[in-house]
């Protein structure tokens, strides 16, 4: 097993090692990407249904137990994460292939998206805060690249704002590991979580808060959110796509895990997280509202989504983590889906913003649906996966007593509503108000290449299933939860074999 | 780690930060690297200093300790490869505009100064005014 | 119960797949209800003998969420509704809709609804009903703006999901306190024994909002009217007989379990019924359209029921079922009727509306029964069930149950008033004689003049049969008993008999019925002076003008917000987030800092003269307007930093620092060369001081929290561990080496990847635009421009090999003394630079014949490898492996697999200077750059393969 649960991080590299050995043959360099994340899918599935069989499965890279050597820990959670997010990297590949665009124009593009894949899967495994860090320099850096591959001058704008925020987030983190070595001398987690509690109270909870803003700059929570919706709508559709549903997610899952594993109740800044999460929700959203562009609209959906993860979180009981938990990986599917269907809707409206395309409903009905299905389930529509998740999380907050954040929760879910029936009337219903600046292509059957159809439309299903056979998926939830909040589990699991 | 050098961390950080703070993209790019200085400086000084971590150097209790030097030195190759990331990025703006400057991000520029126009919202702001004075709307059927 | 809602999600879905079939979509949608209609027959005795069927499927049980059914009188009475009126509304549709047109999307949706809102009437579990609940506003709302082409179908349908949207969300809200309260959502469970206190007060008025706006009350009715503009059978199946009788069933749940417990609940509920029931007939009596009359007749009549039902008493709930089934009746039949007069005539506008002839008579008919039920006139159901109603209320055992008589008995007037109206618009009263005397050309909303002409039976059909009805059951009422007593019943919990009948004799509330009837009569009479009365009511604010003023307010209030915290400005942002980082932790410290006095102040003098270097560059670097120097003085801090890690006691770093802080000036240097050399000064003082002070923040926060956090510092457990076995299992006397290729092999392979990846990117951008290599350039010189002497180019070579192989000896000797694969690699790298200010970039490409990129790839491959190969063989990842091998002339040499990882390192910094040099080595720019567009990113492609075949 402990081979099988390294896969998702070792295949993607040794593919943009190869990539950049056939730069020249795209047909070679999409074999290998896709084989590798085919591959790493499987396994990472593997992992997920033994793990949550057998228990955490510990990897000592190396062969150097934990604290010394890095380890990778593979407990429910990181193996949720892990499969959701293969799921989504291999789909997503795909439509990029299918769609005339980055990928088919840069020899770049299949090795860079390799090592985004390996940095993420290595930020859901490691066990070693530093080691985080260096996945997150990964996944970032990548980013970086596949944002700017075009090179235009939107991306070069767009581009430079998201670099450099994201290299001073690194080096707080940079920071944070320095102060959190001076203090314990040790970066595993395990081992942290273990000498944080002895700490000063007041050093404990300036770490927590320290790590607090570290990774809530990557999950892009309020007041630190402002350089998502700048940069993402710039990058092509399907990396947008990537970045929406998979780059935001590995800082709220960095959130959970640390919060949780590091730190005791008292250090937990639980009420500083839920003004937080109260503000991320309805300023995302109303920043959505204010909005005329497909891709702009979808991109503070992202940031005020991200703010229901955060409430589950805060509220640091079984229910709301399990419902955090469920809620990403809803989030994943449904915010990837709906960002593909919006790279449809520019393919075939030629435009991304609502008053240049319009009428879609009657050129391209089958890309209405496309859309209707995600849309519903992000407003939390049954039988989609965003019900459950809306009234998980308001059950746990309820359960909590915590009335405030939820009203911001219903307000959100309504202005959620609104802009998703905003998207529909302009995008679908609307006639066409002015010419889009490219040329729209003809939908055909299908409601464009079958290769960007058939992910978009595996991802809609996805979001009905998630939603259907939400009784095992939420138990899982459940289970989850209830050992992340217990750390003497993970740490026992790491360091005492 | 002492005073003096948590004093030097601490300027460097100030320093860069006040850099980072500009619009010209050459300058945000000194202020990272000091940045990055005085990140560097604080994982080195995490760590005991003493001897170069050469094993048979000296008694290991007088050895300097060596894993925040791995830290540091990985952490000073991936900031390496960023910044010229970086480099590359002001280049081609350089390239495209003739400059390097950060500018502002034009569509919230258009909501900030009122130009966010709701031209798609027309249909949440058009009113039915027939249903305030007894004027029929449009008839119910469709045209056969 | 499943198996039914099944059938409808099939049919419904399988028509919207068959999006172009004609009528006969109508006749496949017929299956749905019918099917339920059996179901409903099969199953009413179980109910009548006062039991009920219950069905139950796990859904996620952990949240107490399952698809819980439960089908007991009052369901039963639901079902009968929604089901019987879909069968007449569906069956109305495949004469309504012109042949020719498409139905399937619509009878689709139609279907699906009539699912969905069997679902709101039989689910057990609250989160169920909510999820159908949404699902008819979803249905209502792509109904309504079916025929999307049409700007008011499409406002009107936005309305409507907004405003129930809106109410639907607090109505969750509101269930979810009470599931919790509760602590179940099964309905009938929580109304058996219902919690009491603030929280389920709060809990139920949210539940009402949700209600109100579904069962367009007022103030949220407006967008009911608006929904007229649907077709006919949409506007008669979801806007009068069912959906908007969501509302009115969810209260009256409700109501017998909590009119009581939550105060302040039963007022709220009965004056909003109250308000609507006057306000909707007001409106009523002011429409010219008979289809506007209807709808707002239809507000007036939900009113009625949510007083009946709110007050949550025996008689009056029973009263209510009366007047539920009754309303669905004849106002089902009065819809039907305008869309067959709209159809024949081509306008609902009485001002318009030409003579109905004989041929008409049956279709008055219809009309005049329905009419006179609504009125409340006898021998028609109506009667009964208002006189129900008058008794119900009479009864109740409620304070100030007079003053909600009274009003009901005004109301039922305005009714039978607007009821007149409508019979004598039929009756062509209102009509105004037109130039043209084309009246329906009149109607500039209407299609172009159709010819009148009157319903074909089948057409008239539906209607006819329920006007049937309502004459049955208004001579007959007993045939009810059964049905409206369980479902009564059901309601309150006890058994309530019922005994309809015409006749109980001289009663008040005969009296009141009759005193109803009559004001109606004169209301209508003396309509002229009403009239002038209403039309002063007109210019009050109407419900739609509240909704208009919200959504402006909400879009512009969302401006405004966006467009402060979302300015654009990259520095603002940048500003925001420091503090942020700073200021949490900085409060937690200053709350309670661990303190134990200031740690050494200095470590040595050198430290201190390095420090005072560094930073005085440092600021140097902040303040110098001079990009070049700028750029310079960074490097010279590096070198400062390097010069500390020797006083700190770490060679390798400062091997690494020295060798990385040369190449990033030389990288400086070959991207800024061409950008104006000076910065210029455009920030302002304020700015400026704004500034300042975030960086103080800054500085004094990372001082504390540095000192704070070395105040206690714990024993070095893991470095001790590590040093320990460096050289037994490390196999290297240097330790640092050991953690980067060994302990933390990793990282270092997270790091190669970063190095590379960057490298791409740095190619990548910077090409872009380039005019490909291979063409002739106009100096093969470096940037110095100085022309190649074969002196020069003897010297460049011979350094040029010592460098590489000084780089290998690091790379080797790394693992046991100072240096290691990355250092070799920037070395080497020092020899690239070397050749390239000799020779530029030609001379660089020439140095080797494979491609940077096929280097990047090798060195991550290797070390990749390395990492993997373990795993075949069962080790874990990364492992150690050592061979010994004799070798000629060095005799016996232990390979270490670090080794190989090492040379990976040192084969991707080798690559990534051939990238930096192939970004910016070559001669930057030429005035075309700065006019030619970014290249086409396929000529990227292209050229990388033109370069293959030159090499």
């Given amino acids: 097993m402990s081979a099988i649960v390294t896969l998702p991080v070792l295949l993607p590299l040794l593919a943009a090692g190869l990539c950049m050995l056939f730069g020249r043959s795209r047909r070679a360099q999409r074999a290998v990407a896709l084989t590798a994340l085919t591959a790493s899918t499987a396994a990472a599935m593997a992992s997920l249904i033994a793990v949550d069989r057998d228990g955490t499965v510990v990897v000592d890279a190396g062969g150097w137990g934990a604290p010394i050597g890095i380890v990778l820990v593979a407990d429910r959670l990181a193996t949720i994460m892990l499969a959701i997010a293969t799921i989504t990297l291999l789909l997503v590949l795909v439509y990029a292939i299918g769609q005339p665009g980055a990928e088919r124009h840069h020899v770049g593009f299949q090795s860079a998206y390799m090592i985004l894949a390996a940095g993420v899967a290595l930020s859901f495994l490691t066990g070693d805060l530093f080691t985080m860090f260096v996945a997150f320099e990964m996944m970032l850096t990548a980013s970086y690249v596949l944002m700017t591959l075009g090179g235009t001058q939107d991306q070069v704008r767009s581009g430079m704002t998201y670099v450099v925020i994201s290299l001073v987030a690194s080096v707080l983190f940079i920071a944070a590991l320095a102060l959190l070595y001076t203090a314990t001398g040790t970066v595993n987690l395990a081992d942290l979580s273990e000498r944080i509690p002895t700490l000063a109270p007041g050093l404990q909870s300036a770490f927590a808060l320290l790590l607090l803003v570290v990774f809530g700059i990557k999950a892009a929570v309020f007041p630190l959110f402002f350089w998502l919706p700048d940069s993402y709508p710039t990058a092509p559709s399907p990396v947008t796509a990537i970045f929406a549903g998979l780059l935001t997610k590995v800082g709220v899952y960095a959130l959970i895990r640390t919060q949780l594993l590091l730190f005791p109740d008292a250090a937990r800044p639980a009420t500083v997280m839920l003004w937080i999460a109260g503000l991320t929700m309805v300023v995302g959203v109303l920043g959505a509202v204010a909005q005329n562009d497909l891709k702009r609209i979808l991109s503070f959906h992202i940031v005020s989504q991200i703010g229901y993860m955060v409430m589950g979180l805060a509220l640091f009981t079984v229910a709301g983590v399990a419902a955090a938990v469920y809620f990403i990986v809803h989030q994943v599917v449904v915010k990837t889906g709906l960002f593909l269907t919006g790279g449809l809707v520019e393919h075939v409206g030629g435009s991304s913003r609502l008053s240049r395309v319009g009428g879609l409903m009657g050129t391209a009905p089958m890309l209405a649906v496309l859309f209707l299905v995600p849309a519903l389930s992000l407003a939390g529509f049954p039988p989609m996966s965003g019900f459950i998740g809306k009234f998980a999380l308001f059950d746990a907050g309820v359960g909590s007593a915590e009335f405030w954040v939820v009203s911001a929760g219903v307000v959100a879910a309504f202005l959620t509503l609104f802009s998703m029936t905003k998207i529909w009337a302009g995008a679908f219903w609307n006639p066409k108000e002015r010419e889009p600046q490219a040329t729209p292509h003809d939908p055909g059957r299908w409601g464009g290449p079958l290769l960007m159809v058939v992910p978009t439309a595996t991802f809609a299903v996805l979001t009905v299933a998630i939603g259907l056979w939400s009784g095992p998926i939420y138990e899982l939830m459940t289970r989850t939860a209830e050992g992340l909040l217990d750390p003497s589990v993970y740490r026992s699991e790491v360091l005492d074999r | ?144 | ?951």
């Fill in chain 3, 1 to 951: 119960m499943g198996f039914v809602l099944i059938v409808h999600a099939v049919v419904g879905t399988g028509l919207l797949l068959r999006a172009r079939t004609g009528r006969a979509a109508t006749l496949v949608a017929l299956l749905a209800p019918v099917t339920a209609l059996v179901w409903w027959a099969a199953n009413l005795g179980t109910v009548l003998d006062g039991g009920v069927v219950t069905e139950v499927h796990r859904w996620v049980p952990t949240l107490d969420l399952a698809v819980d059914l439960r089908f007991d009188g009052f369901a039963a009475l639901m079902v009968l509704i929604v089901s019987g009126i879909g069968v007449a509304v569906f069956a109305y549709s495949w004469s309504y809709f012109d042949a020719a047109a498409p139905l399937g999307r619509v009878m689709g949706l139609l279907t699906l609804f009539s699912g969905a809102m069997l679902g709101v009437v039989l689910a057990d579990n609250l989160i169920l009903l909510y999820g159908f609940w949404e699902l008819t506003s979803v249905t209502s709302f792509l109904l309504i703006g079916d025929r999307y082409r049409d700007a008011a179908a499409r406002s009107a349908a936005l309305q409507a999901i907004l405003v129930t949207g809106a109410g639907g969300v607090a109505m969750l809200f509101g269930f979810v306190i009470l599931g919790v309260e509760a602590g179940t959502y099964r309905l009938s469970t929580i109304l058996a024994d219902p919690p009491a206190g603030a929280a389920v007060t709060a809990a139920l008025l949210l539940i009402a909002v949700g209600a109100f706006t579904k069962s367009a009350q007022y103030p949220f009715h407006s967008w009911l009217p608006a929904a007229m503009v649907a077709p006919t059978p949409i506007s008669t199946y979801l806007h009068s007989a069912t959906m908007v009788k969501a509302g009115v069933y969810l209260v009256a749940r409700l109501a017998p379990a909590f009119a009581v417990v939550a105060t302040g609940w039963r007022p709220l509920v009965v004056v909003v019924g109250l308000v609507s029931m006057v306000a909707g007939a007001l409106r009523a009596l002011r429409q010219h359209d008979l289809k506007l009359l209807l709808a707002y007749g239809t507000i007036s009549q939900l009113g009625f029921m949510m007083v009946l039902f709110g007050v949550g008493l025996e008689a009056t709930s029973l009263a209510g079922c009366a007047v539920i089934l009754g309303h669905a009746l004849f106002k089902a039949t009065l819809f039907m009727v305008v869309g067959i007069v709209d159809h024949g005539t081509g306008t609902r506008d009485v001002r318009h509306l030409p003579a109905l002839g004989r041929e008409w008579r049956t279709t008055r008919a219809v009309a005049v029964v329905a009419a006179a039920s609504m009125a409340g006139v006898p021998l028609t159901f109506g009667f009964i069930a208002k006189e129900l109603g008058f008794q119900g209320m009479l009864d109740a055992s409620m304070t100030g149950n007079g003053v909600v008589l009274g009003v009901l008995v005004f109301g039922s007037a305005l009714t039978a008033a607007y009821a007149a109206r409508f019979v004598a618009g039929l009756y062509g009263a209102y009509r105004v004689a037109t130039p043209t005397g084309a009246p329906a050309a009149a109607d500039p909303t209407s299609p172009a003049a159709p010819r009148l002409h009157a319903p074909s039976r089948s057409f008239l059909a539906p209607a006819a049969v329920l006007s049937v009805l309502t004459l049955v059951f208004g001579v007959a009422p007993a045939l009810l008993d059964g049905l409206v007593g369980e479902a009564a019943s059901s309601l309150a919990g006890v058994v309530v008999d019922a005994h309809l009948a015409l006749w109980h004799g001289i009663t008040t509330a005969l009296g009141l019925s009759a005193i109803a009837v009559l004001g109606g009569a004169l209301l209508f009479l003396w309509r002229s002076r009403v009239d002038r009365l209403l039309a002063v009511g007109s210019r009050l604010p109407s419900g739609n003008d509240g909704y208009h003023a919200s959504v402006a307010g909400l879009l512009g209030g969302a401006d405004r917000v966006t467009g402060v915290v979302q300015n654009g400005s990259m520095p603002v942002y940048l500003g925001v987030i420091l503090v942020t980082a700073m200021v949490l932790p900085g409060t937690a410290l200053l709350l309670d800092a661990p303190w134990d006095g200031w740690p050494q102040l200095v470590d040595s003098w050198v430290q201190v003269a390095l420090v005072a270097v560094l930073l005085s560059v440092a600021l140097g670097a902040a303040i110098v307007r001079h990009r070049l120097s700028a750029a310079l003085l960074l490097g010279v801090a590096g070198y400062a930093m390097a010069g500390l890690f020797v006083v700190q006691g770490a060679p390798d770093l400062a091997l690494t620092q020295a060798a990385v802080e040369t190449l990033s000036t030389v990288l400086f240097v070959l991207a800024l060369r061409r950008l104006p050399s000076r910065f210029e000064r455009r920030s302002t003082p304020v700015t400026r001081t704004l500034r300042l002070a975030v960086s103080a923040v800054v500085g004094i926060t990372v001082f504390g929290f540095a000192l704070a956090a070395s105040s206690d510092v714990q024993p070095r457990h893991v470095a001790d561990e590590i040093v320990e076995r460096a050289l037994p299992d490390g196999h290297g006397r240097n330790v640092v080496n050991v953690i980067l290729v060994d302990f933390r092999g990793l990282d270092t392979l997270g790091e190669i990847s970063v190095v590379a990846v960057a490298a791409i990117g740095a190619v990548a951008l910077a090409r872009a635009g380039r005019r490909p290599r291979g063409e002739p350039r106009p100096s093969t010189a470096g940037p110095g421009g100085t022309p190649r002497h074969a002196f020069v180019e003897v010297v460049v070579r011979a350094l040029v090999y010592i460098t590489v192989t000084v780089s290998l000896y690091l790379l080797v000797a790394g693992h046991n003394d100072p240096g290691g694969g990355f250092v070799g690699g920037l070395v080497a790298g020092a020899a690239v630079a070397l050749r390239y200010i000799a020779g530029g970039l030609d001379d660089v490409r020439r140095m080797v014949r494979t491609r940077p990129w096929s280097i990047l790839g090798a060195g991550l491959l290797l070390a990749t490898l390395t990492a993997t190969v373990p795993l075949l063989f069962g080790h874990p990842v990364l492992e150690n492996g050592s061979w010994d091998l004799a070798l000629p002339l060095l005799g016996d040499v232990t390979i270490t697999s670090a080794l190989l990882f090492d040379t990976g390192v040192y084969l991707v910094v080798v690559g990534l200077v051939f990238m930096v040099f192939e970004a910016f080595g070559g001669e930057a720019t030429r005035e075309s750059d700065q006019t030619e567009p970014p290249e086409q990113p396929d000529e990227l492609v292209e050229r990388e393969e033109r370069e293959e075949a030159r090499t």
């Fill in chain 2, 1 to 144: 780690m002492s005073v003096l050098l948590a004093g030097a961390a601490a300027a460097l950080f100030a320093i860069g930060t006040y850099l980072v703070l500009q619009r010209k993209l050459s300058r945000i790019i000194i202020g990272i690297g000091l940045l990055t200085h005085g990140g560097n400086l604080l994982l080195l000084t995490a760590g005991r200093r003493g001897l170069p971590a050469l094993i048979g150097e000296g008694d290991p209790s007088e050895l300097s300790d060596p894993v925040p030097q791995a830290l540091t030195l990985t952490a000073i190759v991936i900031t390496f490869g960023v910044t010229a990331l970086l480099l590359a990025l002001a280049y081609r703006s350089w390239l495209l505009s003739r400059d390097d400057e950060v500018e502002h991000d034009l569509s919230d520029l258009d909501i900030l100064l009122g130009r966010g126009s709701h031209e798609d919202d027309a249909d949440l702001l058009e009113r039915l005014e027939q249903l305030d004075d007894a004027e029929p709307p449009a008839s119910g059927t469709d045209p056969t």
